[in-house]
């Protein structure tokens, strides 16, 4: 695993399938990331009574990202994620106005983070682990992910089925470096909210999304339907992201 950025003390947590080491880590994988800009008043229908609201742009827009990763090497295994989110703050929580800014502030000291709406992932402690620890909507499903020089593909199949629930493909010219941002999370479990800080490592270079294309496919799903109903089907992220060697550790959530 190396030491450095993971080199720090676990903490046993007990789940339905075995022991889990918090916090988990991440020592190698690729991360492909789309952001979309939604409507604001439509991010708002689908975080419902969630105690969230939408983190507010220019132009009465919201922010939704679409994360596909293929983890190599973790402490709990290799396996695949996907990751359906909307940028978010705690109702009423007070907000500088200046939303990406609050987005790429340090993980421990930020009030804006994000909804996941839907999680899928593809080995059952990683289903089981994110519902029982996180209160995370996770699922289990193949999850095929192809991160090239000038193209990606990325999918998240029907459960237990052969054909997609969702298609991120198109050609990339990955020109600019980015920032690795740590991620906070909002979540419910057992009837509490949890905030839970990712810390994340790696290189990452970004491309426009103009030639990239989110298609989703005609079955009934949660997640499908939470992404028609922020009208993203047939839409072209702003802008998509890579990482080639991605790392991360992923702490226990605290009461918000």
Request: charged share 20%; hydrophobic share 40%.
């Amino acid at each position: 695993m190396g030491k450095d950025f993971l080199g720090v003390e676990t903490v046993e947590s007990r789940t339905s399938m075995g022991p889990v080491r918090l916090p988990v880590l991440y020592a190698d994988g690729t991360a492909l990331l789309a952001f979309f800009w939604v409507d604001q008043v439509r991010a708002r229908g689908v975080l419902g009574e969630s105690g969230l609201e939408p983190l507010c742009f220019p132009g009465g827009r919201s922010l939704l990202a679409l994360g596909f990763y293929d983890y190599r090497e973790t402490t709990i295994g290799a396996y695949h994620e996907v990751g359906s989110a909307l940028a978010v703050v705690p109702t009423g929580a007070p907000s500088s106005g200046l939303a990406a800014l609050e987005l790429l502030r340090a993980g421990r000291r930020r009030r804006a983070g994000f909804r996941i709406l839907d999680l899928p992932v593809s080995t059952p402690l990683a289903d089981v682990g994110g519902r029982e620890l996180w209160g995370l909507p996770k699922f289990l499903t193949q999850l095929p992910l192809r991160v090239e020089a000038a193209s990606v593909d990325g999918q998240v199949m029907e459960p237990g089925g052969a054909a997609p629930l969702l298609t991120l493909s198109g050609t990339v010219n990955w020109r600019w470096p980015g920032p690795a941002i740590d991620l906070v999370l909002y979540s419910d479990l057992n009837g509490r909210r949890l905030r839970t800080v990712i810390y994340v490592r790696g290189r990452f270079r970004f491309s426009s999304g103009s030639d990239v294309q989110l298609a989703l496919g005609p079955g009934l799903h949660r997640m499908t339907e939470n992404l028609r109903a922020l009208g993203v089907d047939r839409a072209h992220p702003f802008a998509v992201g890579c990482c080639l060697k991605y790392r991360a550790r992923l702490h226990a959530g605290e009461p918000a």
